[in-house]
RNA sequence: GCGCCUGUAGCUCAGCCGGAUAGAGCAACUGCCUUCUAAGCAGUGGGCCGGGGGUUCGAGUCCCUUCAGGCGCGCCA
């Protein structure tokens, strides 16, 4: 419909260049957009003022040129100049039976645009140690990257998900030393291995070490403390990924491939992306260490690699990580990070350019902190008093959906504010249940049309010329959009314009069921208005799909 | 000290690559159920887009500066 436009305006914008002997810019392009104002039509363009200058006109007068080459009919219903230049369109209703024609017909599909282009894209995220628990934090970074992965499916991208667990280096020895201390005191032996300084104290710690009691007695405390840590470390880290993978399950996030920090050094991955980066320049030796050459990408000092110690740095797996990821032929790169780690982004951009990559083949979603409010008053947390709520908790209390809906409702890059209260409730004031009410309304519908016999009409029986009301034109509109709001989500990785478009959606599916009724009007006008609602059925449907929130068919 | 994020209605926030009279939701107020789910709808009021400068036909949006809040600046992860 907007490429039927876009053609237009490009042939009469050609044939006044030509009429004018003025060449079209190098660049340029025909943009549309929607109008802010619903008055100025259903779409707009600017291109009168961006040719002004070059083809010595003033903006009014280019429009009305414009507007004079522009065939009227199938396409656009009406045309005019307005504001400082622009160009508005009204659209023959034609667009409307597309809508509802094209959303019944593409069905699941419908939505669904091709911008990626069948390209491959990496979306990692949560990749929390396997050390404890997920929190809040986490489950915001869950939420966002799964949404995010699934915008970019239905955008046309070849997406895999996945989870780097950081199961090398001193924090899992500092947990397999925990899960001791936790093992001796579960035989009562507890002053043979105390808790080490910085240990994880949380109850489940206790929990594993019950089960490590259960499976192998006191047999594991047979031999010298040093000869079982690793396999404390080891175990323990196993149980904590498979809590934390069935977490995630509940919350609705799969991973493709769950990626172990640790297989980098037994793969031998490392030291080859060492030897590349001293290859390629970007890494030297000196004071019996290994670095790397930062300052030549802003950094204001080098950063080290290999320690003095001959103990690799966490920077170190995440050379080997990126070079490992486009070894498996990604074209882009997405990691969903919490903000406290943004310091580090330039770290990885330079690597990233070290091994010759494009820069914006790299992408970090910097996910900024959640505020949990109960009775409207934050809820202090703290690591160290063991007060850190965690994911679960949350799902818990306010269930699957209104979490992840929550979770996905602000821009990234802006601290959330988790009204738990507001999460509960089941009034309009509660976005997810004001998204879902629209759904389950119209399969009440539907359960009504099933019990009075009539069936889904045929998209043949749509009749455009019946369509006259304002809802229903707005509503037609919603549906439409569902396609260039999921473009430009993939585009900007935002996954809260879902979110905010999911309500417009339901919204003006509230106004027209409001003011508009389905049964009970004649024949022809009915099965239209059914068509158009099954075509609104339809967007809220997919548009909860991608949101990973659940359709219910009765409320 | 340096860097990143944020600052828009009473509250929580959108605002796309600079465009028209800055938008939602909530809260407040006024209406709307004998008919498909009122968990809903319609309407009203509410603004120095933190402050100051600049760029230009045009700035909430870009640049500089300043103020306020948050978060980072290890041979920790």
Not at 6 to 33: C, Q, S, T, W
Not at 133 to 147: C, E, F, K
Request: hydrophobic fraction near 40%.
């Amino acid at each position: 419909m907007t490429e039927e436009l876009k053609k237009i305006l490009e042939n009469a914008v050609g044939k006044i260049a030509g009429d004018l002997g003025k060449e079209i810019p190098d660049g340029f392009i025909v943009r549309l957009e929607r109008p802010r104002q619903t008055g100025h039509g259903d779409w707009a363009t600017n291109i009168a003022m961006q040719l002004a200058k070059p083809f010595g006109l003033k903006p009014r007068e280019l429009a009305d040129r414009i507007i004079a080459e522009i065939p009227f009919g199938q396409t656009v219903e009406k045309a005019e100049a307005a504001g400082p230049g622009f160009i508005n369109f009204t659209l023959a209703s034609d667009w409307i039976t597309e809508t509802v024609r094209n959303a019944i017909s593409k069905d699941k599909d419908y939505g669904r645009v091709d911008s990626g282009k069948g390209r491959r894209v990496q979306v990692e995220f949560v990749s929390a140690n396997p050390t404890g628990p997920l929190h809040m934090g986490h489950g915001r970074g869950a939420a966002v990257g799964d949404i995010t992965a699934s915008i970019l499916d239905f955008a046309g991208w070849d997406v895999e998900r996945e989870y780097y667990i950081n199961d090398a280096g001193l924090q899992m020895e500092l947990l397999g030393r925990s899960a001791q201390s936790r093992y001796f005191d579960a035989l009562g032996r507890g002053e043979e291995a105390p808790m080490p300084e910085d240990g994880y104290h949380g109850d489940y710690m206790t929990e594993i070490a019950a089960s490590f009691v259960d499976k192998y007695g006191d047999s594991l405390a047979q031999k010298p403390l040093e000869e079982t840590v690793e396999f404390f470390s080891v175990e323990t880290g196993r149980i904590i990924i498979e809590m934390i993978r069935k977490d995630l399950e509940e919350f609705g996030v799969t991973f493709d491939v769950w990626f172990s920090e640790k297989s980098l050094y037994d793969n031998g991955q490392v030291e080859p992306a060492m030897e590349e980066l001293k290859k390629r320049d970007f890494a030297y030796e000196e004071d019996g260490a290994l670095w790397f050459r930062s300052t030549l990408f802003g950094d204001d000092k080098d950063r080290v690699l290999i320690r003095t110690n001959g103990v690799p740095t966490y920077f170190t797996s995440d050379v080997a990580y990126l070079k490992n990821k486009y070894d498996r032929n990604f074209e882009k790169l997405i990691y969903v990070w919490g903000a406290d780690h943004h310091g580090y982004v330039p770290r990885l951009k330079s690597v990233n350019k070290a091994f010759g990559h494009p820069d914006d083949a790299v992408d970090v979603l910097l996910i900024q902190m959640v505020n949990l409010l109960r009775d409207g008053k934050p809820v202090q947390m703290s690591k160290r008093a063991g007060t850190i709520i965690t994911l679960r908790e949350i799902m818990d209390e306010v269930g699957v959906d209104a979490t992840r809906f929550f979770f996905v409702m602000r821009r990234c890059d802006s601290t959330l504010d988790f009204d738990l209260e507001l999460a509960k409730k089941a009034t309009s004031e509660n976005p997810v249940f004001y998204v879902q009410y629209a759904h389950a309304r119209i399969c009440s519908i539907y359960r009504e049309l099933e019990e009075r016999g009539i069936a889904l009409p045929s998209i043949d029986e749509f009749d455009v010329s019946l369509i006259t009301d304002q809802t229903e034109i707005n509503l037609a509109k919603a549906i439409s959009k569902l396609p260039e709001e999921v473009e430009k989500a993939a585009d900007e990785f935002a996954p809260h314009r879902i979110a905010y478009y999911a309500t417009e959606l339901a919204e003006a599916f509230h106004s027209f069921y409001n003011s508009q009724r389905i049964l009970g009007v004649d024949e022809p006008l009915m099965k239209t208005r059914i068509l158009l609602m099954e075509a609104a059925r339809i967007a809220l449907k997919n548009v909860l799909v991608i949101l990973g929130v659940s359709a219910p068919e009765k409320m």
